[in-house]
């Protein structure tokens, strides 16, 4: 299904346009929007989103516009371009809808060509220039038939959704009694099924689809686009239906501007129009073309996600591309210009890249809420983490830092704790910290230490024996007389552990470095939680090893012991 919402000056002939094309009334009383709808000769169907034209109208007008991918313009032969024409186009311009079909109505009552033309010259330079036009008469039927062959082609040249994307339905009609809340709306992504369980914003609250209808007809799942019905078990003021999980639910973002003047100018109190819904917000600007809003009802959103802003008294439009989902807050002296400055350089629809460089390090599930995927040249981490490149080498620096001035403060005492440096480097959890580990850094008994001392040519053979015992079994830590055979007791163990030539834990296991990490990473594996004897199974060794091994986990806090 395609969705089309209609523009035009009041009276102009949007409605008398979707009677004419689908034999419904879309003005009939109680009946939520865009319940009319026609097959199209291609084997496609498209339902209309009708708003009244008159001025009191025109948040009905943009909840429309917002969440529809298309417009049918309608500008009248014998009236030609009138205001509020001028005020459907900009808005339509700052939403940066592209697709559409222009009907020069009422064609029957005077010469179309010159409304045609002044209707061309004034979408000239928005988004919606070179829309095909037609012009039409429903009176006498005239020029019908070419303008459901346009709506036709329009349905081809506009973008197929994904169907897996994260579902937002946004709501422009609802009702409710007895426990259920019916919600009308344009799914412009995704898929909804009877029995999903959906998210209503602003509350956040979780309702249950209990039926789906698109088109008048029961459905077991519907895709966007469409036009949707649903009956969800659950209530609470909705402007929105969003998957749970999927989105960013928040009431500050940082925005970028796209108006005649510069972002200063625009009234600090404002309304965003975005999707269908209608939210008060204060302004802040930030840069020429920036400025962060502070929203008074909590929405659901992504970066790059587009809306307007809209004066009710100037009766002007801004158009926005949101940056930002989870700006900053900017307190100190000078934080709202160094903010302009980076967000300057910022593309109107920010990929994972960009955000994962503001905030250089999140999990997947993070830049998922955002809109985002994680970035080819990401740095993928334990635990589903991401790091932006540059960041994780200014951390891996920082952390050679605080080893060298902790060995110089105190050399009796050398090597930092893995929480100290996690503390001291904010990030969330040992095992990240552990993660920036690398030579000429070394990991020795849960302490983070500079460069390894030399060792002797002996204990390195030594070393070369163990090794070779442990290529096939990497956890068949080797008993003591074998330890004795290798030349690794006493003075010449203590050496190789020294110099992080070998793991040694308790109980006499002795194991090569970086054995705890693969051990961690086979066990994250197992269903959670897990047994002792499981771990010995799952790491092909005796029950001794793998207790000796969660002991030293959990020691350095990437394990949690739980009894029973």
């Known amino acids: 299904m395609q969705v089309v919402a209609t523009a035009g000056h009041a009276g102009h002939g949007k409605s008398a346009l979707v009677r004419a094309l689908t034999g419904m009334d879309p003005g009939e009383p109680g009946q939520p929007p865009g319940r009319a709808w026609t097959d199209l000769p291609s084997g496609g169907r498209v339902a209309f989103v009708d708003a009244p034209g008159d001025e009191r109208s025109v948040p009905a007008v943009l909840a429309a516009a917002g969440a529809a991918p298309a417009v049918l313009f309608a500008v009248a032969a014998d009236e030609g371009w009138r205001p509020q024409s001028g005020e459907h186009l900009a808005a339509l311009d700052a939403f940066g809808v592209r697709h559409g079909v222009l ?75 007895g426990g259920f809340t019916v919600v009308t ?25 209990e039926t789906v209808e698109c088109g008048g007809e029961p459905r077991r799942s519907v895709r966007g686009f469409a036009r949707v019905t649903l009956t969800l078990r659950g209530g609470g003021p909705v402007t929105a239906v969003v998957s749970p999980g999927r989105w ?20 600090r109190q404002m309304t965003l129009h975005i999707g269908a819904a209608a ?47 989870r700006p900053p807050t900017l307190v100190r002296r000078g934080a709202g210009a160094a903010r ?25 599930s993070e830049l998922e809420l955002m809109g985002c995927a994680p970035p080819k040249d990401a740095v993928a981490l334990d635990g589903d983490w991401y790091a932006d490149p540059a960041y994780w080498r ?42 920036l580990v690398r030579p000429p850094l070394r990991l020795w008994a849960g302490r983070v230490h500079g460069p390894a001392p030399a060792i002797s040519a002996g204990i390195a053979a030594a070393v070369d024996r ?99």
């Open 466 to 564: 163990l090794r070779a015992d442990l290529a096939r079994a990497p956890f068949e830590a080797p008993c003591a007389e074998r330890l004795a055979e290798l030349g690794l007791t006493g003075g010449a163990l203590a050496a190789a552990e020294r110099a992080g030539a070998v793991l040694r834990l308790a109980d006499g296991v002795v194991l090569l470095p970086g054995a705890d990490r693969e051990a961690l990473r086979i066990l994250s594996e197992l269903p959670q939680p897990f047994t002792p004897g499981q771990a010995g199974d799952a790491l092909a060794t005796s029950r001794r090893v793998a207790v000796a091994l969660l002991r030293h986990l959990d020691g350095l806090g990437f394990t949690e012991r739980r009894r029973s």
């Open 340 to 364: 302009a400055r980076e967000l300057a350089s910022w593309p109107d629809r920010p990929g994972g890249a960009v955000v994962l460089r503001r905030h250089g390090l999140l999990r997947r």
């Open 248 to 267: 960013t639910h928040t009431t500050c973002v940082d925005v970028r501007t796209r108006f005649s003047e510069a972002a200063g100018r625009l009234a």
């Open 103 to 177: 009907a020069v109505t009422r064609s029957d009552a005077a010469d179309p060509r010159l409304a045609l033309r002044q209707a061309r010259e004034r979408l000239a330079g928005t988004s919606l220039r070179g829309i095909e036009t037609v012009a039409v008469s429903t009176v006498t039927r005239a020029g019908i038939d070419d303008l459901v062959a346009a709506l036709g082609r329009l349905e081809g040249r506009v973008p197929v959704p994904v169907p897996d994307a994260p579902v937002r339905l946004w709501a422009d009609h609802t009702d409710g009694a």
């Open 279 to 325: 939210v008060a917000v204060r302004l802040r600007p930030l840069g020429p073309d920036t400025a962060r809003l502070t929203l008074n009802a909590r929405l659901a959103l992504h970066v790059g996600d587009t809306g307007l802003l809209r004066d009710p008294v100037r009766r002007t439009v801004a158009g926005v591309s949101v940056l930002d989902v």
């Open 185 to 209: 709306g344009t799914l412009g992504a995704g898929t909804i099924r009877t029995g999903d369980e959906l998210l209503l914003v602003p509350s956040g609250e979780r309702a249950r689809v």
């Open 394 to 435: 200014s951390l891996h620096g920082r952390l050679a830092e605080e080893v060298a001035r902790h060995a110089a403060d105190r050399p009796l005492a050398p090597g930092v704790s893995l929480e100290t440096a996690r503390l001291r480097l904010g990030l969330p959890t040992r095992r990240l910290t552990a993660a």
